[in-house]
């Protein structure tokens, strides 16, 4: 629904308290920040590794990753990790500060923010640089679904990776963790599904080291496992 998306950037909108809401500027790639520069998720977006030193450091990471078989989907359940996008998961950026994970992120990522009224929380619109495909979404909540929030290690592979035997606040810190969290494309979002990086990568080749590093950074603060495959592919796509 990208198409429908952009096209709203050229007319007005209404807020929903009825204040119209003017096309703003595109959002600027400056604004992403290198995963390296941003080990904690707290920055926005996901900027491009581009120097020989960047993607050495990149397959330093990857490759001290350990490795094993994807575990069986047995039991997996999305309410394992949490209410989707709890205030309440401890141990984790922005928790605890009055506003859900989802709109957190949409305010760390988005630019020309637009609020419901009465709320510096909850987006109701915004421009979002979606660093997985590339492109510049003009957002409104009324077709949410057009911008979601993606695991960049996707809890039901965390669950088949060891996550299963994880306790329960582990699990809804992972599910909440700012650091494993981009807001994207829908139809990008959809298309990974629970895949790692041997089957799915962004659709942007310029950020796909930038990915592997994201997903390796959650990989080592979580002391996850990848499977050779990803790990493989991981490497390649910083050179290695």
Known sequence: MVAAALLVAGCEGLDEDGSPIGPGPAAADGRAVSPFKNPDGTKPGLAPLTTDADKAAARKLIDELPTKGRGPKTG???DKFGYAWMDTADGVPLARNGCDTRNDLLRRDGQNLRFRTGSNCVVIAMTLHDP??????EWRKQHASEVQIDHVVPL???WQMGSSRWSK???EQLANDVLNLIPVEGRANSAKGDSGPATWLPPNKQIRCAYAVRFAQVAVKYDLAVTPADKAMMLKQCGG
């Open 76 to 78: 997996y359940d999305r």
């Open 132 to 137: 997985y495909t590339g492109t510049t979404i």
């Open 156 to 158: 039901s592979y965390s």
């Open 169 to 171: 606040s582990k699990r």
